[in-house]
């Protein structure tokens, strides 16, 4: 069976670009960074597991719409983040998504089309935040894992980084409109690299590569849960 491993050409300048701080983003970074501080008093441990340069998925829980800018202020390195497709069309919030790194993706199907963008970042050196619930938790507690993010992993052949948020739903889930206080603490496990399910994947049948995209994924979920 030919092999699932995706084979993305030449990275363009602009995904090159994509793993590193522009100016805009090296703005929203310190607002987010000085915000998580001085409202939340957020603890940071352990983002050295976090590969200073090079492709790497971040694999988070996701409780509260603080998320992305919480990891984003928390990395020392710049974050590729997903977003609505239909954002890029505003006028000067697409330009801010776009200097933010944002990847556009279409959330009614267009599931080919986000995965290439995903794994040409990735392949441009970038670093990109991935949600293995797909969407916030209703309850606070973590959600089982999508498969996406498995086959995700798969064919980018990026380490994956485990990271755990506690506090923000607390402070905005989902039921409520603005943000409250609280404390924020960012958890960051050790790099997964999932080497022999990747060398599995490349002859399996199709039957159980679906299932090797789930075990992945419900491997980082259990990291996630484990910090």
Same mark, same amino acid.
């Given at each position: 069976?030919?092999?699932?491993? @995706?084979?993305?050409?030449?990275?363009?300048?602009?995904?090159?670009?994509?793993?590193?701080?522009?100016?805009?983003?090296?703005? #929203?970074?310190?607002? #987010? $960074?000085?915000? &998580?501080?001085?409202?939340? $008093?957020?603890?940071?441990?352990?983002?050295?597991?976090?590969? %200073? =340069?090079?492709? =790497?998925?971040?694999?988070?829980?996701?409780?509260?719409?603080?998320?992305?800018?919480?990891?984003?202020?928390?990395?020392?390195? &710049? =974050?590729?983040?997903? @977003? $609505?497709?239909?954002?890029?069309?505003?006028?000067?919030?697409?330009?801010?998504?776009?200097?933010?790194? #944002?990847?556009?993706?279409?959330?009614?199907?267009?599931? +080919?089309?986000?995965?290439?963008?995903?794994?040409?970042?990735?392949?441009?050196? &970038? @670093?990109?935040?991935?949600?293995?619930?797909?969407?916030?938790?209703?309850?606070?507690?973590?959600?089982?894992?999508?498969?996406?993010?498995?086959?995700?992993?798969?064919?980018?052949?990026?380490? =994956?980084?485990?990271?755990?948020?506690?506090?923000?739903?607390?402070?905005?889930?989902?039921?409520?409109?603005?943000? +409250?206080? +609280?404390?924020?603490?960012?958890?960051?496990?050790?790099?997964?690299?999932?080497? %022999?399910?990747? &060398?599995?994947?490349?002859?399996?049948?199709?039957?159980?590569?679906?299932?090797?995209?789930?075990?992945?994924?419900?491997?980082?979920?259990?990291?996630?849960?484990?910090?």
């Amino acid at each position: 069976m030919e092999s699932p491993t @995706a084979t993305p050409g030449e990275p363009t300048r602009q995904h090159r670009l994509a793993a590193r701080m522009t100016w805009t983003y090296r703005t #929203a970074w310190w607002l #987010a $960074r000085l915000s &998580a501080r001085w409202i939340y $008093r957020t603890r940071i441990e352990h983002v050295e597991h976090i590969p %200073a =340069v090079g492709p =790497v998925i971040l694999a988070s829980n996701h409780a509260s719409l603080a998320d992305p800018p919480l990891i984003g202020g928390s990395v020392p390195r &710049a =974050v590729n983040f997903l @977003a $609505r497709d239909t954002l890029f069309d505003i006028p000067l919030l697409g330009w801010y998504i776009r200097k933010l790194n #944002a990847v556009p993706v279409n959330r009614e199907g267009g599931g +080919g089309a986000g995965l290439k963008a995903i794994l040409d970042r990735l392949q441009g050196g &970038a @670093a990109i935040l991935l949600f293995p619930e797909g969407t916030r938790t209703h309850d606070g507690r973590l959600r089982p894992a999508r498969s996406g993010i498995g086959l995700t992993v798969i064919k980018s052949g990026a380490p =994956v980084v485990p990271i755990r948020l506690h506090g923000t739903f607390e402070a905005w889930g989902r039921h409520q409109r603005l943000p +409250g206080r +609280g404390r924020f603490r960012v958890v960051v496990g050790e790099p997964l690299q999932f080497e %022999a399910l990747r &060398a599995e994947a490349r002859t399996c049948d199709k039957e159980r590569l679906k299932a090797i995209y789930q075990e992945v994924a419900d491997t980082i979920m259990a990291k996630i849960a484990e910090l």
